[in-house]
């Protein structure tokens, strides 16, 4: 076992008391960062006076060795250190000898940790991004080649109106829109450098905290320090924005569960993303769909545990805070998977369009559009509804949709019908003629396109 605060103890600490206290199984993922953060700190130090040129040379040489070593699969990182910042000081020691007892001097695991996971998170807030980013290309991909594919709109799971699929999965691309400005946004609000805090009280040596956040890609270093230790608002953010990012994906999933199903046959999902029954010959079961569905709760899981775990904590630092780590990873792990494979499956799903249309077709969602036909011609909207009703009932006891009624039976119910009811109530029609913005109808979805289209490529530019 190997602590880096054995001075203040007598006997070895209890093992399980040390197993439980211990965090290197899971805070050994920021490695990296950990070593990043050393060396602009030391970076920081040398150019302060407060350690000489070559002691600099010495351990940013050593961090380098640590680095290089780690992600060769040189040198392992064993459970026999506490933590990551154990690990890496002491095997510097090991390697340098003296210089590498100074690498700590201003320095706290308090802010060394807060540090670390803000570089991890900040990183991973990018990734996940531009994963959303490439969902977003895919969504945008379907709906300009779908402006026409008739599909029926459905409230209450229920045939409602016709739409078009440009225009459902239109609905898609603003919520995962919505879920990149948050991302932006969070990447802008939490960056800013703790490292200098100190165990929550800054230090007395002459850091320069402006420096190293500088070297580190921040905007600037944290202006409180008390805060710098202990604030984890970012992370919280981010467990927020990625269970958003999984309520979206889970709603999609559902729909797709649907659409793939025998009853629907809207889609089919293709064979790389489904699997088949170990009993069920005929079965073909969209797996991926239902596992973005159903890990969903993790994710909301780990937001509800870290905002349960700072709510009881007085300023600065507490061991609690220890807790920030695994059930994120886990969360940030679970998102960004989903939403590789989510996007995947879209891209290599079939959408069977003449079903789409039939569906349409076949649910009525054309009744509201008759019933505005006779408004345009002077019946009022209350007995227009009630008009169409009887023409809906006489349909299904016929088992045939509005436009095969002959107009004889229309006239039979309002002589106010004529022959262009049928045109009137083409789906083509019923979408083309819904042209406010934001509504399916071609006009207003091609205006649309084109905003998404230049939002899109503005991203792609400002990434460059
Ligand atoms: N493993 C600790 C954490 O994740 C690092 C900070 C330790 N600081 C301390 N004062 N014990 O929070």
């Given at each position: ?10 006997k ?11 965090s ?6 920021f ?18 006076g ?41 095997v510097?020691?090991e ?52 402006l ?31 879920d ?17 805090s100190?165990?929550l ?19 600037g ?32 999933s559902?729909?797709i ?28 079961n ?20 870290l905002l349960t ?58 009744a ?49 019908f ?12 019923c ?7 934001g509504?399916p ?12 289209h230049?939002?899109?490529d ?7």
């Amino acid at each position: 076992m190997a602590q880096l605060w054995g001075g203040r103890f007598t006997k070895e600490t209890d093992k399980l008391v040390y197993a439980f206290n211990a965090s290197i199984s899971f805070d050994k993922r920021f490695y990296r960062q950990d070593i990043t953060g050393s060396i602009a700190h030391v970076t920081m130090l040398e150019k302060q006076g407060i350690l000489t040129g070559e002691e600099k040379q010495a351990i940013i040489g050593g961090l380098e060795g640590i680095l290089r070593d780690v992600e060769e699969g040189t040198l392992a990182i064993t459970e026999e250190y506490e933590d990551i910042h154990s690990f890496v000081e002491a095997v510097l020691i090991e390697r340098i000898g003296e210089p590498g007892k100074k690498l700590h001097t201003g320095r706290s695991r308090n802010d060394q940790v807060a540090l670390d996971m803000k570089l991890y998170t900040r990183e991973e807030v990018k990734e996940t991004d531009n994963l959303v980013g490439e969902l977003l290309e895919a969504i945008l991909k379907i709906m300009d080649e779908n402006l026409d594919t008739y599909m029926p709109g459905f409230t209450h799971l229920q045939k409602a109106q016709p739409v078009t699929l440009a225009h459902h999965m239109g609905a898609y691309f603003e919520m995962f829109w919505r879920d990149h400005i948050r991302l932006l946004g969070l990447y802008d609000r939490m960056n800013t450098c703790p490292l200098g805090s100190g165990a929550l009280a800054g230090t007395t040596y002459p850091l320069d905290r402006e420096y190293t956040a500088r070297l580190l890609g921040f905007d600037g270093p944290t202006l409180n320090s008390m805060d710098g230790v202990s604030d984890r608002d970012y992370l919280v953010e981010f467990l927020s924005d990625l269970s958003l990012v999984m309520m979206h994906l889970s709603r999609f999933s559902e729909e797709i569960i649907l659409w793939n199903s025998n009853e629907y046959q809207f889609v089919e999902i293709d064979d790389a993303y489904s699997t088949g029954s170990s009993i069920m010959p005929q079965k073909k079961n969209p797996d991926i769909a239902e596992l973005v569905r159903g890990k969903t709760g993790r994710v909301y899981g780990a937001l509800q545990a870290l905002l349960t775990t700072m709510k009881g904590i007085p300023l600065a630092y507490n061991k609690d805070m220890q807790e920030d780590k695994e059930w994120a990873f886990d969360a940030m792990d679970t998102a960004r998977g989903c939403v590789r494979l989510f996007t995947g499956m879209l891209e290599t799903m079939e959408f069977h369009k003449d079903r789409m249309e039939a569906s349409a077709r076949h649910g009525f969602t054309n009744a509201t559009d008759a019933a505005d036909y006779l408004v345009n011609r002077g019946v009022a909207f209350r007995d227009a509804h009630g008009i169409v009703g009887q023409l809906v009932l006489t349909c299904i006891e016929r088992g045939i949709a509005l436009d095969e009624l002959p107009l004889e039976e229309y006239q039979k119910i309002c002589p106010v019908f004529e022959e262009d009811i049928y045109e009137a109530i083409s789906l083509k029609t019923c979408v083309d003629k819904r042209v406010t913005i934001g509504a399916p109808g071609r006009e207003a979805m091609e205006q649309v396109l084109k905003t998404y289209h230049k939002a899109m490529d503005n991203w792609k530019k400002d990434e460059k």
